[in-house]
């Protein structure tokens, strides 16, 4: 099938090129010029696992291709997708639809023949009704079904959960519709890829309510981990003790500085306000969105402690900046918020992270970068794991012993155990296990 993507970002040029691996022929359109530019060289504008590869292979295969015009992209679609940013709006964190709205306007006014107008954006409930009244609006010939299709794909695994996904939720208020998507998606769907077909409020709903509840899950386990530092109990226990009970699941149950991205901290946002706006307010989501903004500057106040409650003109060399592994992306990253507690408190700090350090300049003042987990150690006073990429899991601790001015390791990801690291002379702190002696 003949598919425009509009939206070249973390959805849509993952999204785009995995329809084009599956056959399809692809175009995927952005209004960023220079975007679409270093695409056409190869040049990806995000950092995902695999996509380099995959975009080459499809581009050389003639089923992937990049454009700004949307005109002749759309006139040719059987399939339009609008996979454009809806961040949180200025102000009061409901979802900004103004990018949806204009691409639906922009289609509308090239659509030829029966065509699939698919929000595969996280928009809020009712958004397709609104995306269908601008489309009948604009150009009222128009033969459109307005259909949802929210993604649930990780970043840093969003190749392979487009891949291999847990479900396909579509929601769909023209039976038309049904017989296009299933074909869309009949790679996945003859790998028994359970195709949820609903109608399309629902679906809206779905993608909400998903992230919502993975974000109040994460929170649960973190509050559990402030209560183990206090009982004397190790929350990585707790955690699978819990998990292996197939009602509570094991997975999005590991204690952390705080959820991050550019999904949970928006998506729980809108969320709790469409509720409210209904008269029907999340509470339980409402106080997850004020715990983790809580948890974040709490998780810099635990640094200064561990450094004995003072750390004016101490140096601190942070592991991560990026929200979580596997990524650039630092929108909400809690190594932003911790960092800025660090520099309240009148520390000099240096950051290292192996892919994100581009994008932390626009976001973090004030620090200084270094080249590795080595180089930022180097004279410190303290080292803190923010973001558990893999590199960070073998550290050298003899070697960092020798090179820091003070043995502290703040372990906000529990990737090491207590006695590994005191062994070697360090003061060690972690999320929910108390300094105990790990049990074997
Ligand atoms: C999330 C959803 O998982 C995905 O389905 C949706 O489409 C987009 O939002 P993403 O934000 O890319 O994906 O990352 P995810 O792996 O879900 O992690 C989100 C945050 O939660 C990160 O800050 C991560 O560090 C944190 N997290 C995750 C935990 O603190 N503990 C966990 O056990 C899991």
Not at 116 to 141: A, F, Q, Y
Not at 304 to 318: L, S, Y
Not at 321 to 350: E, W, Y
């Amino acid at each position: 099938m003949k598919v425009t993507m509009i939206g070249s970002g973390y959805v849509g040029l993952v999204s785009g090129v995995c329809f084009a691996d599956f056959g399809h022929d692809v175009v995927c359109v952005d209004k960023d010029a220079g975007k679409i530019e270093a695409l056409r060289k190869g040049v990806m504008p995000i950092y995902e696992p695999g996509l380099e590869q995959l975009v080459a292979t499809n581009v050389k295969a003639g089923r992937l291709s990049f454009s700004t015009d949307v005109e002749t992209s759309v006139a040719d679609s059987d399939v339009v997708f609008i996979a454009v940013g809806t961040p949180s709006r200025r102000g009061d964190g409901h979802a900004d639809l103004s990018y949806v709205y204009a691409a639906a306007r922009e289609i509308a006014a090239h659509v030829k023949g029966f065509t699939l107008i698919v929000t595969k954006s996280t928009v809020p409930v009712g958004t397709g009704d609104e995306v269908e009244r601008i489309i009948r609006d604009t150009n009222p010939e128009a033969d459109v079904a307005v259909v949802s299709n929210p993604e649930f794909l990780r970043e840093g695994a969003a190749i392979e959960d487009f891949k291999r996904p847990d479900r396909i939720v579509i929601g769909i208020s023209d039976d038309r519709a049904r017989e296009v998507m299933t074909e869309v998606y009949r790679p996945l769907y003859l790998n028994q890829a359970p195709l949820l077909f609903t109608e399309r409020r629902t679906s809206e709903l779905i993608k909400y309510a998903a992230n919502a509840f993975l974000a109040m899950k994460i929170t649960f386990i973190n509050e559990v981990a402030d209560l183990c530092e206090k009982v004397g109990a190790n929350v990585q226990e707790v955690s699978r003790g819990i998990g292996l009970d197939g009602r509570i699941g094991a997975k999005f149950l590991h204690a952390g500085p705080g959820y991050g991205g550019s999904c949970f901290p928006k998506d729980t946002l809108a969320l709790a306000k469409t509720a409210q706006d209904h008269d029907s307010p999340l509470r339980l989501i409402e106080t997850t969105i004020s715990i983790n903004d809580n948890r974040k500057r709490a998780m810099g106040r635990k640094v200064i402690a561990a450094v004995g409650g003072e750390v004016r003109g101490k140096k601190i060399a942070v592991l991560g900046l990026t929200f979580k592994p596997n990524t650039d992306d630092m929108r909400d990253s809690p190594a932003i918020s911790i960092i800025r507690t660090l520099q309240d408190g009148g520390a000099n700090v240096v950051g290292y992270d192996p892919e994100g350090m581009e994008n932390a300049t626009t976001v973090i003042d004030d620090i200084v970068y270094a080249k590795d987990a080595y180089a930022a150690a180097d004279g410190a006073d303290a080292l803190v794991i923010v973001t558990e990429w893999n590199q960070f899991r073998a550290l050298d601790m003899a070697r960092l012993k020798k090179i820091m001015a003070n043995p502290i390791l703040v372990d906000l990801r529990n990737i090491y155990r207590h006695d590994e690291i005191v062994r070697h002379g360090f003061h060690y702190t972690s999320i929910g296990r108390p300094d105990l002696a790990e049990k074997t």
